[in-house]
């Protein structure tokens, strides 16, 4: 295990260092018309103060399409209208009704959307778990984070985050022995976007070796 000093990125590797995958046939999805052969889906769910149109977003999307995954972009922004604490669990039963049909899927998010799909990997069986900014919970709903053991876990979080330090990151990745990757930037990680996007690409292709 390394890390990095503050201010330099560092790579701690999960428990997880070679992922297991299904060898069943591989999924037909329709999207917009077309239907296509996919690995599954990559479901992006963006954070508060954001929405499906986020760079990060856009940039995961991107990547997960190159590798033959069908991205979904849920917009979560008439429940953040609501508050924080209040949209959570709408956040969570949107999310759920996505991927209900027993598509295969990776769960991706920022902020408050690596919050829900981690506690959506509770009630389904996500093939991997890749998580931007991390909270540990949300002030004033009663259920902190969570995921489900054993799925193959990434979280991506920033040295100079102040909303979610990074200390909480490391008692996440220590819970539940998942890899961390630690950047130098803040919350929105708005600076390291090709890396994060470059780490999501090596994050697919070990699942789906």
Same mark, same amino acid.
């Given at each position: 295990? #390394? #890390?990095g000093s503050a201010g330099a990125t560092a790579l701690i590797p999960s428990a997880h260092d070679f992922f297991s995958s299904s060898r069943g046939r591989t999924p037909t999805v329709r999207r917009r018309g077309v239907m296509s052969a996919a690995r599954g889906r990559v479901v992006l769910s963006h954070g508060m103060d954001s929405g499906p149109q986020a760079v990060k977003i856009g940039a995961l999307a991107d990547v997960?399409?190159?590798?033959?995954?069908?991205p979904l972009l849920p917009d979560y922004r008439d429940l953040d209208a609501q508050g924080l604490a209040a949209?959570?669990?709408?956040?969570?039963a949107?999310? /759920?009704a996505l991927i209900a049909d027993g598509v295969p899927?990776?769960?991706a998010g920022s902020s408050f959307g690596a919050f829900v799909s981690g506690l959506a990997s509770l009630q389904s069986a996500p093939r991997g778990l890749f998580l931007l900014a991390t909270p540990p919970l949300i002030p004033g709903f009663a259920q902190p984070?969570?995921?489900?053991?054993?799925?193959?876990?990434?979280?991506v979080h920033g040295?100079?985050?102040t909303l979610c330090p990074v200390e909480?990151?490391?008692?996440?990745? #220590?819970?539940?022995?998942?890899? /961390? /990757?630690?950047?130098?930037?803040?919350? #929105? /990680? =708005? =600076?390291?976007?090709?890396?994060?996007?470059?780490?999501?690409?090596?994050?697919l292709a070990r699942i789906a070796a």
């Open positions: 295990m #390394r #890390r997960a399409r190159q590798l033959g995954w069908n949209a959570a669990a709408p956040r969570l949107r999310l /759920l899927c990776v769960l984070f969570a995921l489900r053991e054993g799925v193959p876990a990434c979280l040295w100079r985050d909480a990151a490391f008692d996440l990745a #220590r819970r539940y022995r998942a890899e /961390l /990757l630690l950047l130098d930037d803040d919350h #929105r /990680l =708005s =600076s390291q976007v090709q890396p994060i996007a470059d780490h999501f690409r090596h994050f």
